[in-house]
């Protein structure tokens, strides 16, 4: 456990701890720090209290002294010298042709550093930018590569809501939100009305999902049956806010009543429960034709010991080919002869190109041979003479 007190640099920036060291200062008093880039004018956001040790970033640094009249004559001095900065910076990025935008410039306490903020789709080359804003300055110049998210609480605006974005206003991290949430809080699921103006979930999705959750726990999901104080339903509809559910409820044998319930007065069927509703019969509209029942079968006597089984009926099916192996290949052509086995369709392939060559030279043959009769055979028998 140790006392801390918590101090902010920036406006809704994340809130750091600090030892007070004998100094205690109150909330939104000004106090000059130490961090690990040196000297830094902050405000004090939160009195001493203890922490634990696993909330701690390991060294604790110390709180110089509270600061002066000076102190903050500087602090605002360096605020001038970072719009001049940021003018300067923005005609060197187009003189240099670089595909970054430039977002925000930040001078250190002690004015031995400028921190200059930009987005970029992708890798950027500025070290001629670097070495050209050094040579302007004549102090050491540091460019950091942000994000979306970091651009829109550095410049604020309006959310949907009519209202400042919550990261420029209050926000001290960014909480993951997921799609999720937006589902479970019955959202619609158009890009355009979830997301901030960063192009990314908005981050107010997060501030009832753990209600949500807790409420949801309570219940089944929708189409879930439940039990109500006027029977067994199934659930339409879940209302998280008002914690309601509105459940389908049979009234007859043919009609159907939405009611309104408390999440309180529902509760999940058990063993001892009747049917649930969607397991009752319900009208058929379409009924099909009954499908025929099998013929019973006699129960067996001594009799039919001695009778002969009936054949059944077997339908001959076509076989797969078979893929033989090299040594099957080998002694199926040992015992054909020497002629190679091939299979049935390729037997008649065979035999059909084989008659179409037939037909093919015998029309060749009609075409070539002169038109004469017929002569007759020397072996042929002469016709007997009278």
Known sequence: MATVIGVRFKKAGKVYYFDPDGIWPRPGDNVIVETARGVEFGEVVTGSRTVNDAQIVAPLKKVIRVATEEDVR?????????????????????????????VSVEYTFDNNKIIFYFTANGRVD???????????????????????????????????CGRPICCGAFLGDFQPVSIKMAKEQNLSLNPAKISGQCGRL??????EQDNYEQVLKRVPRVGRDVVTPDGIGVISEINCIKEKVRVRIRVDDDSYDVREYDIDDVRRPGPEDAAAIRDLPRPDRHPRKPRPQPEPVPEPTGDEENAEEPKRKRYPHQKAPKNLSTDQFLEKLKESGGATPVSAKEHRRRRGRKGAEDAEGAAEAATEAPEQAPLAHEDAPQPAEE
Do not use: P, T, W
């Open 74 to 102: 500087r602090a605002e001095n360096n605020e001038k010298r970072e719009k001049e900065a940021f003018a300067i910076c923005q005609e060197r990025i187009a003189k240099h042709k670089l595909d970054m935008k430039l």
């Open 126 to 160: 500025f070290r001629d930018l670097v070495k050209d804003l050094a040579s302007v300055f004549k102090i050491r110049i540091e460019l950091r590569q942000i994000g979306v998210r970091d651009e829109a609480k550095m410049l604020g605006g309006l959310g949907s």
């Open 202 to 207: 908005m981050c107010c999705l997060k501030y």
